[in-house]
């Protein structure tokens, strides 16, 4: 099965082109935790929002869970977000939407006073399906229908994400996945081409005593217009899987470098937050995750 590993892993890097794309929602991260692991995320399995980054980490995952998460983003912009993942064997399932938008942008026919306001809104909702080939290595698969409304003008399409995940042993995960394959039709005069993005990861867990454990995780990620490979790398000081503080750093962007946050879980139930500061004029950004395990 490594084999196989191998030939995933060349196919996504060799994908990597240039083209022009859109539908930036898809390219902001999900879920508190990872976002404050700096999206270090396509090698760990441990919750929901894995499979965002990568649909094979559903095969890992060790109960059900449902994840609610609010995004308060740059410029106005709010994303929220539901999904869930059911376990059943070999076969594992997930779903999700995630709705972004941006309200009251002002409508200006002239200069002068503006003539109403209107609202963009960008929708991604779907499934994904993960089945363990082995004990140690598993496939997935996400499909996600794709919606863009902007003033009176609107589109659809689909995307389609495909992964892989290699657990070495209890310690040592490794994952690729291919994201946002897919295409929308014409909004106006012109159609939007979606962000296909090629994420490669690794992640170390260890148990520094009884009481602590620690996560440590890099990821290199590359959208496919872009000619810059950005590096994502995350850390996680857990104590009794109660309390975890994290961080997380990024190179290649603008406007951010480092992110950071904190998760708390009481018996099923788990609550993380997310800060990232922007520099310039772009004002911090906020993320609040709860989720239930069932």
Not at 43 to 54: E, G, R, V
Not at 158 to 178: C, E, I, P, Q, T
Not at 182 to 199: A, W
Request: hydrophobic content about 40%; overall charge negative.
């Amino acid at each position: 099965m490594k084999q196989i590993f191998l030939i995933f892993f060349v196919v996504t890097i060799s994908a990597a082109q240039q083209v022009s794309t859109g539908l930036s929602f898809l390219k902001l991260g999900i879920g508190a935790r990872p976002i404050a692991m700096g999206e270090s995320y396509t090698a760990i399995a441990s919750d929901h929002a894995s499979l965002y980054y990568n649909p094979a980490s559903l095969s890992f995952q060790d109960r059900n869970e449902i994840m609610l998460m609010h995004k308060q983003w740059i410029a106005e912009t709010t994303t929220e977000y539901l999904g869930g993942t059911i376990l059943g064997g070999a076969w594992d399932y997930g779903f999700s939407i995630m709705a972004t938008s941006v309200s009251g942008i002002e409508v200006r026919l002239r200069p002068g006073d503006a003539e109403g306001t209107f609202s963009a809104r960008n929708i991604a909702a779907g499934g994904s399906l993960s089945y363990r080939i082995t004990e140690n290595f598993a496939a997935g698969i996400s499909g996600k229908f794709l919606f863009e409304k902007i003033f009176i003008d609107e589109a659809s399409g689909f995307g389609l994400d495909l992964g892989v995940s290699y657990r070495f042993d209890d310690h040592f995960s490794f994952g690729s996945s291919l994201l946002n394959l897919g295409s929308m039709n014409k909004m106006r005069n012109r159609e939007t081409e979606v962000p296909s993005t090629v994420r490669i990861g690794a992640a170390y867990t260890a148990s520094v005593n009884e009481n602590i454990t620690a996560v440590g995780a890099i990821d290199a990620v590359k959208t496919l217009h872009d000619d810059l490979m950005h590096f994502h790398s995350g850390f996680e000081v857990s104590y009794r899987h109660a309390a975890s503080i994290r961080f997380g750093y990024q190179t290649g962007y603008e406007f951010r470098t480092v992110a950071t946050g904190f998760g708390l879980q009481y018996a099923s139930v788990m609550l993380d937050y997310a800060f990232v500061p922007f520099s310039g004029a772009f004002q911090s950004t906020h993320t609040l995750s709860l989720s239930f395990h069932l």
